[in-house]
Every structure is written in C-alpha cells, then in structure tokens.
C-alpha cells in the first residue's frame, strides 16, 4: 500500500509525476510534483527536488485532487439508519406549543456536539476520498422545519472535527415540511415571519425560546442558511425572504433550480443538487432534469452537489453525481469544482482547503484514473500530509469472507 513507506504522524511528503487537478484557477497541470511540508502544500511543479528525509510517492501520471465533500450528510451523528437510538441527527420535542410549554421550534439545535469521529460511517466513505462534510439537522414529525444548526467537519478522526465559522442554519420548506407547518407552504412562510419577528425582539406569541431567539438573530446578520426546496417557485421566494433578512442563502436540491437560475445568479446563491434526480417524484419537481446542474453553470451560477435520501452511508456515491453532471453537460473542471472548491467556499473552508495550492492543508488523494469515474479507486487519502488508513469496516468484512476458509467458521477471526 502506498501508505505503507510513511511514518503514521508523517506531515512532510512529495508526490511527482501526478496529473495535478488542482480545482483552482490554475486548472489541471500535468506531470506536475506536489510537495508537503508541515501537513501544507509548499510548492506545485514540474521535477521538484525532494528535501532530506522527505517520503516519494511515485504517482506516474494518475490523478491528485484536493480531497472531496460528501455532501450533506449525518456523517459521525448517525450510524444505522434503521436504529433510531444511534440517529442524533434531529429534534422532535412534540406538537408545536407556546415556548413556555416546551416549543418545537429549537433554531438552537446544533448536532456538532454528538458527532462521533470513530463512527463506522466514516471510514467507509473515507477510503472512497471524501474527507469533509457538513453536519445536516433533520426536520422530523414533533419537530420543526427549521431543523437546527451543523457545521462542516473533518472526517479524519479528531474529536474537535468541527471547523469553527463554517455552521449553518438548517430550513426545510416544501410540500416535505408542509406536515410540520399547518399542511400548508403558505404556513412555512408565515411561521418563519413570526420567528424573524421574535429574534428581532419584535414581540410575538412566542414561538422561540430565548435560546432560540438569540440563534436566529445570528443568522440575520449574514448568517449562510441552507434551505432544502425544489420548486422554482419556493425558490424565488427563498431568495427574496433572504435578501430581506439579511441571510446568505445556499439552496439544497433544487430539483427545478434551472427554471429560476438568472435569480439565483443575481443572488450569489450557490446551489447544490442531486444530478440523478429527473423524473419526478413528486410535485414540487415537476421539471427535474440531467440538465440541471449544466443549465445553472452556464448561467453562471455555482453548483455543488448532496445526495438525496440516505446521503450519509453513501456519501462516497456523490462523485457519480459529478460524473453524470458531466455527462450531461457540465464542464469536467467545474464537475471537480461541485466536489472540492465550490463546497468549500461555501461553508467557509475555502481559504483553508478545498483547492491543491501552495499555502492551503493537504488534504489530498490518489486516484487510480479518472475520479468522476465509478470504477475508479482512491488509492490513498491525506489529511494534512498524515495518510489515513485505508481500511473500513467494509474492507475488513470483505477480507475476513474472501478469506480461504479454515479450521473455524469465518466469523472467526482466530
């Protein structure tokens, strides 16, 4: 294994004759080295001298790339879906009451404080090159469609894996969140009023608790919100109620996003979607399309990219998002971009990681071929220069089961 020549806490290394996609304005450079020193890229170039001491990894022309966003994700909050006491991932505190009876409405929520960075999840999408994600709140029954607070985190096995000034708010509008607002999108609206009410110390009938009031007015002073909407028509109207509340908005899905995307330019409003999603299912994405995600960058507008339904055990698939984007028009570049560049700026990372260049972490990674291909494999990831192990709980079972069998059933490990 490639790993295998690097001392465990290693920060220093140099990686030659790598095809270089750097996901920054220096595009991709080939037969380029990249050099790592203190866990930072140092220099980016053709024949670099190794320094005294420095490990080699001999790329031979494969693919280097900053490492990958999972998307939205509940990476490190869950850990089986199916067992709601391993789930940390929403609140649920019963109907919708006064404050004073214990609200539904908690904009205070934040799920930072339960991620577990040992959780299996991770190391199962580690492995496939995805070393970041952002901490996504679920709206639930008994709960509230402004769902709570996440950051992004790193998934390279800290306990402090949150990185500070990248947490956003959490809003689910929509027919999804129509149960959690009266049955109604046109109740969303006047909700989400009432709290911005609240939080202003406008008065109202004290939808918030004090915690909650203090979390919102946060994010009206230029707080990022991310909304979870498809229908053009929402869409509008979430950029206009963000214009007015002073919110910087990111859009998640987006399903009909490409019907409304000069609005979402003239917004700044980054968009990040799931680009398998085409016929509809449902009424709010009536004019899904493959085309979504290259319609928006040809307006000018940035495009990301999250998994719908179970995004956090499958985070690593959001590279076949990029892949049929681009086989459906989206520049190859901008395709990395959604997956690296793009998110990072987003949340806040963007002048830390993100991009390969001199000056940012390295967290890098290998890849056997093109990395927008599905048959293409991670070879290895790094985090600051230090290689992560490339074994997961999936590795391990597939290696116990291939196993020739032996005096033991192969439950056994001895």
């Given amino acids: 294994m490639l790993a295998a020549a690097l001392p465990a806490a290693a ?35 053709p024949d670099l001298a190794a320094p005294a001491g420095v490990p080699v990894i001999e790329a031979k022309g494969r693919p280097l790339t900053p490492g990958l966003f999972g998307g939205l994700t509940g990476l490190g909050i869950e850990e089986v879906s199916g067992e709601r006491a391993t789930v940390d991932s929403g609140l649920a505190l019963g109907a919708m009451t006064p404050a004073h009876e214990g609200s539904s409405w ?30 996504s709140p679920a709206a639930l029954p008994g709960g509230s469609f402004v769902a709570g607070q996440g950051s992004a985190v ?47 110390g406008g ?25 979870h909407v498809d229908r053009a028509a ?47 299912d449902n009424f709010d994405s009536l004019s899904s399309s493959l085309e979504n995600a290259a319609r928006l960058h040809r307006a000018g507008v940035r495009v990301g990219f999250t998994q719908r339904g179970d995004a956090t055990h499958n985070a690593r698939k959001v590279r ?6 681009v086989a459906h028009g989206l520049p190859w570049e901008a395709g990395l971009a959604a997956l690296t560049s793009v998110p990072a700026d987003t949340f806040g990372l963007g002048g830390q990681r993100g991009r390969i260049a001199v000056g940012l972490a390295a967290d890098l990674v290998l890849w056997s071929g093109d990395p927008l291909e599905v048959t293409t494999v991670a070879e290895q990831v790094w985090f600051g220069g230090v290689p992560a192990s490339m ?9 116990r089961y291939l196993a020739p069998k032996g005096d033991l059933p192969r439950a056994y490990t001895r």
Avoid at 12 to 17: F, G, H, M, S, W
Avoid at 239 to 265: C, H, S, T, Y
Avoid at 320 to 325: D, M, T, W
């Fill in 320 to 325: 076949q998002l990029a892949g049929n984007a």
């Fill in 11 to 45: 920060q220093d290394l140099l990686v030659r004759d790598a095809t270089v996609h750097t996901a920054g304005s220096a595009g991709t450079l080939r037969d380029h080295d990249v050099l790592v020193q203190g866990g930072v890229v140092r220099a980016i170039g």
């Fill in 203 to 227: 008065g109202g009938e004290g939808l918030l608790t004090r915690a909650g009031r203090a979390a919102l007015a946060r994010y009206l002073a230029g707080g990022r919100v991310v909304f």
């Fill in 391 to 399: 074994r997961s709980r999936q590795t391990e079972l597939r290696d």
């Fill in 234 to 280: 929402d869409i509008r109207r979430v950029l206009a109620f963000a214009k007015q509340q002073g919110m910087r908005p990111v859009i998640a899905g987006g399903n009909e996003a490409w019907r409304v995307a000069d609005e979402l330019k003239a917004a700044n409003a980054v968009v990040l979607l799931d680009s398998l999603a085409n016929l509809p």
């Fill in 154 to 200: 790193l998934l390279d096995g800290r306990y402090d894996a949150a990185i500070p000034g990248t947490r956003s708010l959490f809003i689910d509008l929509g027919s999804d969140a129509s149960g959690l607002s009266g049955g109604s999108r046109a109740g969303q609206w006047m909700l989400l009023e009432q709290a911005v009410a609240e939080a202003r």
């Fill in 106 to 135: 908690r904009p205070e929520f934040d799920v930072d404080v339960a991620f577990n960075p040992h959780s299996a999840a991770i190391g199962v999408n580690r492995v496939e090159g995805i070393t970041f994600t952002v901490l």
